[in-house]
Structure formats: structure tokens, C-alpha cells
């Protein structure tokens, strides 16, 4: 069984940054791909970027590229988010997953934490 707790969520202006955290445990850590999803209220959960276990491979929503980076720390078993020039829309939970050979799609992903709510406001 793989534990994932998300960390570093808040409320913050426009414009401004954030670095989410996802511990992970319970498991080897890299052997999976790891990625981040948001759920908006109302809204069905999305894909924002996923990372392959040995870091090679990173994809991005268009709606985040450019402003998200992506990290993967093997020794910390810990995933990050960093994510610069927030925008109201970017409101939403955000969820870390772990799944095996995983894309962009929820079903992908097998294990999930329970969330950390980011607030931006204008």
C-alpha cells in the first residue's frame, strides 16, 4: 500500500508562488510515475503535470506550462510542485497520485492523497 500526503497549499494574491510537497510512503518510491491533478469546485478533476520514476519525463496541461516546474526527490521519497504567476483560476485542490506506467488520465493513477486547497485571489 503507497501513502501520499500533500503539503504547502494556502491562500495567496495573484501573481504570486507556491511550492506544494507530497510525501510519499509505504512503497518504492521509484518505481512509480508521480503527478499532480486539481479539483475546482463543481469541476471534474484534472490532469497539471506528471513526472516519470526516474525524472526523464515531464508533461504539463496546457493551462500550467510554462508557469509549473515538476521535481522528484528519490532519497526524500517527496514530490513538488512549484508553481509561479498563480491566477484566481488556479483555485482548486490539488492532489499528488502514484501510479505505474501513467499518463495524463485519472485512471492512470492508483494511489492518491487527500488533497492540499489552494486559493488565489485577484
Known amino acids: 500500500q503507497v501513502q501520499l500526503v500533500e503539503s504547502g497549499g494556502g491562500l495567496v494574491q495573484a501573481g504570486a508562488s507556491l511550492r506544494l510537497s507530497c510525501a510519499v510512503s509505504g512503497s518504492t518510491f521509484n518505481t512509480y510515475t508521480l503527478g499532480w491533478f486539481r479539483q475546482a469546485p463543481g469541476k471534474e478533476r484534472e490532469f497539471v503535470g506528471r513526472i516519470s520514476r526516474t525524472g526523464r519525463i515531464i508533461d504539463f496541461a496546457e493551462s500550467v506550462k510554462g508557469r509549473c516546474t515538476i521535481s522528484r526527490d528519490n532519497a526524500k521519497n517527496t514530490l513538488y510542485l512549484q508553481m509561479n504567476s498563480l491566477k484566481p483560476e488556479d483555485t482548486a485542490v490539488y492532489f499528488c497520485?502514484?501510479?505505474?506506467?501513467?499518463?495524463?488520465?485519472?485512471?492512470?493513477?492508483?494511489?492518491w492523497g487527500q488533497g492540499t486547497q489552494v486559493t488565489v485571489s485577484s
Open positions: 497520485a502514484a501510479g505505474n506506467e501513467a499518463y495524463s488520465a485519472v485512471k492512470d493513477y492508483q494511489y
